[in-house]
């Protein structure tokens, strides 16, 4: 039987990325409140947990992800670099400040990277790869063979 490696390797990165998220925030309780890395644990590990789970829920056993490992590449490499140039970017307060469709800079990348970004591009991706990622006949037919075992299995062992 082959190893379902994408499954295994999103597992472990949803494990690495959930521990960063937690440390990150563990970190506000420090004596003089958060260090200056906290946020970048959050900056990496929140688009590395969000990635992972989407990994997890479009992996088709062996056959991994097939072609939706790029768009999913590309939803984490907008999450993690919008979150990380939003907190790189200089505070600049006031006149000044860069403005970027109606938003201060820091916003905008925000609202249109983080935001609206993945918003388009992954319906996409699904719409374009569903043929080939949902479920084809012989998988309804193995649930509905599974679901009839587990409810006989059920039966039986309710009328002992």
């Not at 829920?57 to 072609?67: E, P, T, V």
């Not at 006149?95 to 609206?116: C, D, M, N, Q, W």
Request: hydrophobic share 60%.
């Amino acid at each position: 039987m082959l190893r379902d490696t994408t499954r295994i390797a999103a597992r472990a990165v949803l494990i690495v990325a959930t521990t960063a998220i937690a440390i990150g925030y563990a970190s506000a309780f420090a004596r003089g409140g958060a260090p200056a890395w906290a946020p970048w644990l959050l900056a990496i590990g929140i688009p590395a947990a969000l990635g992972a789970i989407m990994a997890l829920g479009a992996a088709r056993g062996a056959r991994g992800l097939g072609s939706l490992k790029l768009p999913f590449a590309f939803v984490f490499v907008v999450l993690a670099m919008g979150f990380c140039l939003a907190l790189a970017i200089p505070v600049t307060a006031g006149k000044h400040e860069a403005i970027l469709l109606g938003l201060p800079l820091r916003a905008a990348i925000i609202v249109y990277g983080i935001g609206l970004l993945p918003i388009v591009v992954l319906p996409v991706a699904y719409a374009i790869t569903f043929d080939t990622q949902t479920l084809n006949e012989d998988d309804v037919a193995r649930v509905r063979e599974l679901a009839a075992k587990t409810r006989a299995q059920r039966d039986t062992e309710a009328a002992r």
